[in-house]
């Protein structure tokens, strides 16, 4: 139940966490930012192998839930690097990520799909963004058709 009484007493300790969110979303901000972008600049130039990677790779993050992403990377990933980098000798610990690397990675994976879309129509040399507003407006034809 939503109560004010509980969020004034416990104000400060609510506070104290806020630049630890601000630093995790500004990081997740940056490097969905990043990857959207490459993914769709290989998307663009039509590189074989890349470009099916980055639709299978965006299919992935799409379908994944955050949850489930934030579980994966903090206690799934160290078993699977021990497993495939790790020596006889090694244990899953060495390869375990921080909490806020965790976080920055499971939040900028899913959050990279958002922002591919818009960057793909800004880098791309085609007009479709601008012609595919225009028919869900109604006020144009497709791109290439004339009156």
Do not use: C, E
Not at 11 to 25: D, M, Y
């Amino acid at each position: 139940m939503f109560s004010l009484a509980f969020i004034r007493d416990n104000f400060t300790f609510i506070l104290s966490a806020l630049p630890v969110t601000l630093t995790i979303t500004l990081l997740s901000l940056l490097f969905s930012t990043l990857l959207g972008a490459a993914l769709a600049w290989a998307i663009i130039r039509q590189v074989p192998g890349v470009q099916w990677l980055a639709r299978v790779f965006l299919s992935f993050g799409r379908s994944v839930p955050v949850l489930v992403m934030l579980y994966f990377f903090f206690y799934v990933w160290p078993w699977i690097a021990a497993g495939l980098f790790g020596g006889p000798q090694d244990t899953m610990y060495r390869y375990k990520l921080s909490p806020l690397a965790a976080a920055v990675t499971a939040l900028s994976l899913p959050y990279t799909t958002l922002f591919r879309s818009p960057l793909l129509a800004l880098i791309s040399p085609k007009p479709f963004a601008r012609d595919g507003m225009r028919l869900i407006r109604g006020s144009a034809r497709p791109h290439g058709q004339s009156g």
